[in-house]
């Protein structure tokens, strides 16, 4: 079994930032890929950056130049930096991993964008 934790989201105004972390409860060095994917209200659930163990990264296209990806394999974190943040960007975000061809997320962390 696999535990994510996540932690990072709130309120931001647009234009501001927020950074989310999601803990592992293992190495991550065994978790292949490492994701965030958010779902906002009515809509379905998407993909908002992939990073692998080799450092292999893809972004959505609606996050590329305003969000960053990145992992501490001692830290056992992933994180997600989001900057210039708009309202389209409020949602539930959720932290996953594969590990052993099993898909485990994290509970989501609720960001908010708004004046």
């Known amino acids: 079994q696999v535990q994510l934790v996540e932690s990072g989201g709130g309120l931001v105004q647009p234009g501001g930032s927020l950074r989310l972390s999601c803990a592992a409860s293992?190495?991550?060095?065994?978790?292949?890929?490492m994701g965030w994917y958010r779902q906002a209200p009515g809509k379905q659930r998407e993909l908002v950056a992939l990073?692998?163990?080799?450092?292999?990264?893809n972004y959505a296209d609606s996050v590329k130049g305003r969000f960053t990806i990145s992992r501490d394999n001692a830290k056992n974190t992933v994180y997600l930096q989001m900057n210039s943040l708009k309202p389209e960007d409020t949602a539930v975000y959720s932290c996953n991993a594969r590990w052993y061809a099993i898909n485990y997320w994290g509970q989501g962390t609720q960001v908010t964008v708004s004046s």
């Open positions: 293992i190495s991550i060095i065994s978790l292949n890929p």
């Open positions: 990073i692998t163990t080799s450092g292999g990264i």
